[in-house]
T-cell receptor
Framework: QQQVKQSPQSLIVQKGGISIINCAYE??????FPWYQQFPGKGPALLIA?????SEKKEGRFTISFNKSAKQFSLHIMDSQPGDSATYFC???????????FGKGTRLSVIA | DSGVTQTPKHLITATGQRVTLRCSPR?????VYWYQQSLDQGLQFLIQ???????AKGNILERFSAQQFPDLHSELNLSSLELGDSALYFC????????????FGNGTRLTVT
């Protein structure tokens, strides 16, 4: 019940296209859903996060869509650029000091 | 730059040995988190400290231990090392105790031979 399932494992997108990464969770107590971006040789960096009181959150070219009834959330990267090539992790947690549970990551390659 | 400093960057050691990984959190952050990253398991939470006290514990083996010192730096001790302990170990920090690591270091790559 603590798992977060992330798909796909890897993704290749043309420059200018839309990258979509999906995550699903089971624990209905989760109420915080962040995404992290990790470049090779670096630690993950918090990219964008959403709470279940909204169905969508947008920051620049990055959008999180959240479906509470389906217990799914996804990251959309619009107008994908080669500089977006990285590994993306979704995560889920609940208020009150519950450590985040991470998905296994998606390796995104944006090709020109 | 996240402001989180991890040393050493690389560590190669033999099975059965003991190593210590060090982390200095971002200035002002009171929470320190340790994660293990391997290819097949992703990011696994090990342990969190907040202002010197253990706050949360994850899948940390009994052979592993950690502590946070009064100056807020943290050390992760790994003993009786096995080949399967080879991984990237990340430290992260945040201001509060709520379980969200905001700033990650660049990790220590441990290779056990």
């Amino acid at each position: 019940q603590q798992q977060v399932k992330q798909s796909p494992q890897s993704l290749i997108v043309q420059k200018g296209g839309i990258s979509i990464i999906n995550c699903a969770y089971e624990n209905t107590a989760f109420d915080y859903f962040p995404w992290y971006q990790q470049f090779p040789g670096k630690g993950p960096a918090l990219l964008i996060a959403i709470r279940p009181d909204v169905s969508e959150k947008k920051e620049g070219r990055f959008t999180i869509s959240f479906n509470k009834s389906a217990k799914q959330f996804s990251l959309h990267i619009m107008d994908s650029q080669p500089g977006d090539s990285a590994t993306y992790f979704c995560a889920a947690g609940s208020s009150g000091n519950t450590p985040l549970v991470f998905g296994k990551g998606t390796r995104l390659s944006v090709i020109a | 730059d996240s402001g989180v400093t991890q040393t050493p960057k690389h560590l190669i050691t033999a099975t059965g040995q003991r190593v210590t990984l060090r982390c200095s959190p971002r200035s002002g952050d009171l929470s320190v988190y340790w994660y293990q990253q391997s290819l097949d398991q992703g990011l696994q939470f090990l342990i969190q400290y907040y202002n010197g006290e253990e706050r949360a514990k994850g899948n940390i083996l009994e052979r592993f231990s950690a502590q946070q010192f009064p100056d807020l730096h943290s050390e992760l001790n790994l003993s009786s090392l096995e080949l399967g302990d080879s991984a990237l170990y990340f430290c992260a920090s945040s201001v509060d105790s709520l379980g969200t690591p905001l700033h990650f270091g660049n990790g220590t790559r441990l290779t056990v031979t």
